[in-house]
């Protein structure tokens, strides 16, 4: 699969039981990029979208579906079928085994049911680790750990069985400040494709090659962060620092406020050439 998503949405509706209004309405959008962030406010339909993906939705939680989605110029159910696909929800702890002993037996348990020899878990199982920050806590017990260090656990586990496309929903929110930094680094050297739904516009302007803008299950806009966050106007979404710093200092870069450190930075150079 290329390192580019290949996504496409075409009038994708979505729609629970018992509910009068559908969580998703009409989407349509095409992925540009290996690195997809997804933000809005609640019941935007965020989290709605990722379980579809998964196939969460409607498999294992029954929904109306219409519309048609494609990965890579495959059907969805297809595109599973043939790839492997990891996704990690907003609740962690719902995510863990509950049968492993040590964070150890934790990240080596899908791999274990792949039928892994010894030398590959243990490989996959280090590797995960140390990208998570969690070799220090291999032997201890998932029991043991504070939200942040089981919100990583979880992302291992998924990161361990080499997945070809991985779903994060909101996935840094336990983590302090430090971890969340550690954890959008990470993400940047991943080698499979993403979608991310986070409230860290920073983060995502930083990370991410196309910001997808949902509100009432609709989608608002797609495009790059600089000119999602230069066009969009609604107090419901927040702005990254780097936007508000430059608009107060009036450094534009290219006709355009800057959304990242990097971009501020080359605003001001600029400014002070001139």
Same mark, same amino acid.
């Given at each position: 699969?290329?390192?580019?998503?290949?996504?496409?949405?075409?009038?994708?509706?979505?729609?629970?039981?018992?509910?009068?209004?559908?969580?998703?309405?009409?989407?349509?959008?095409?992925?540009?990029?290996?690195?997809?962030?997804i933000?809005?406010?609640?019941?935007?339909?965020?989290?709605?979208?990722?379980?579809?993906?998964?196939?969460?939705?409607?498999?294992?939680?029954?929904?109306?579906?219409?519309?048609?989605?494609?990965?890579?110029?495959?059907?969805?159910?297809?595109?599973?079928?043939?790839?492997?696909?990891?996704?990690?929800?907003?609740?962690?702890?719902?995510?863990?085994?509950?049968?492993?002993?040590?964070?150890?037996?934790?990240l080596?348990?899908?791999? =274990?049911?792949?039928?892994?020899?010894?030398?590959?878990?243990?490989?996959?199982?280090?590797?995960?680790?140390?990208?998570?920050?969690?070799t220090?806590?291999?032997?201890?017990?998932?029991?043991q750990?504070?939200?942040?260090?089981?919100?990583?656990?979880?992302?291992?586990?998924?990161?361990?069985?080499?997945?070809?496309?991985?779903?994060?929903?909101?996935?840094?929110?336990?983590?302090d400040? =430090?971890?969340?930094?550690?954890?959008?680094?990470?993400?940047?050297?991943?080698?499979?494709?993403?979608l991310?739904?986070?409230?860290?516009?920073?983060?995502?302007?930083?990370?991410?090659?196309?910001?997808?803008?949902?509100?009432?299950?609709?989608?608002?806009?797609?495009?790059?962060?600089?000119?999602?966050?230069?066009?969009?106007?609604?107090?419901?979404?927040?702005?990254?620092?780097?936007?508000?710093?430059a608009?107060?200092?009036?450094?534009?870069?290219?006709?355009?406020?800057?959304?990242?450190?990097?971009?501020?930075?080359?605003?001001?150079?600029?400014?002070?050439?001139?």
């Open positions: 699969m290329s390192n580019d998503l290949q996504l496409t949405i075409s009038g994708l509706n979505l729609r629970y039981p018992g509910c009068q209004e559908n969580a998703l309405n009409d989407l349509s959008v095409a992925s540009r990029g290996s690195r997809i962030g933000i809005g406010p609640s019941h935007a339909g965020k989290s709605s979208l990722l379980a579809l993906l998964a196939g969460i939705v409607p498999q294992m939680i029954p929904a109306k579906v219409a519309g048609a989605v494609s990965l890579a110029g495959q059907d969805l159910t297809t595109w599973r079928k043939r790839h492997d696909l990891a996704m990690v929800q907003q609740d962690p702890v719902s995510q863990l085994t509950g049968l492993a002993d040590t964070v150890y037996d934790e080596a348990f899908s791999l =274990l049911n792949q039928g892994k020899s010894d030398a590959e878990i243990d490989q996959a199982v280090q590797l995960a680790a140390d990208q998570l920050d969690l220090g806590l291999l032997a201890c017990s998932p029991n750990l504070s939200g942040g260090q089981v919100q990583r656990v979880a992302i291992a586990s998924a990161l361990a069985a080499g997945p070809d496309l991985l779903l994060l929903d909101d996935a840094s929110s336990q983590m400040p =430090l971890g969340r930094e550690h954890f959008f680094s990470w993400l940047k050297k991943l080698p499979c494709p993403l991310i739904v986070s409230g860290e516009v920073d983060d995502l302007a930083e990370l991410c090659d196309q910001i997808w803008v949902m509100k009432d299950g609709r989608l608002v806009m797609a495009a790059a962060p600089q000119q999602v966050f230069n066009a969009l106007n609604d107090p419901a979404f927040d702005k990254p620092v780097a936007w508000k710093m608009r107060k200092l009036g450094l534009e870069l290219g006709g355009r406020w800057p959304v990242t450190a990097n971009e501020l930075k080359k605003a001001a150079i600029n400014a002070n050439r001139n």
